[in-house]
């Protein structure tokens, strides 16, 4: 496994992630939020806050997931299934680079 091209992979989301920002700041959002508008428009805008809002929380989680592959390489253990101990699939890993389980394991998390 080449590990370094999934490195590229990982470091390229982060610093995608982190120069986006996630769009126009939340600040700015919840200042036009005040209550301007009819009834709908004071919805419209409270929906697009909370939308923000899990954007920057799928964000973190991600960023930390990517902080947390980048351990594993440091170790020697990226690429290794968290629960079962197998090596994740290529696929796998060029798709979503900072996972933790193979596919098997993470479609029993599911059930």
Known sequence: MDVEV???????????????GGGKPLRASMDNNTRQGDLADQADGTNE???????????AKILQAIEEALQRMEHGTYGVCRDCGDMIAPARLNA???????????????R
Do not use: A, F, G, M
């Not at 999934?6 to 986006?20: A, C, N, P, Q, V």
């Not at 979503?96 to 599911?110: D, E, G, H, S």
């Open 49 to 59: 806050v909370h939308i923000q809002l899990k954007v920057k929380q799928t964000d």
């Open 6 to 20: 999934y490195r590229d992979l990982l470091l390229h989301k982060r610093d995608e992630i982190l120069s986006d």
């Open 96 to 110: 979503i680079p900072w996972t933790r389980v193979c596919i098997t394991c993470k479609q029993k998390q599911q």
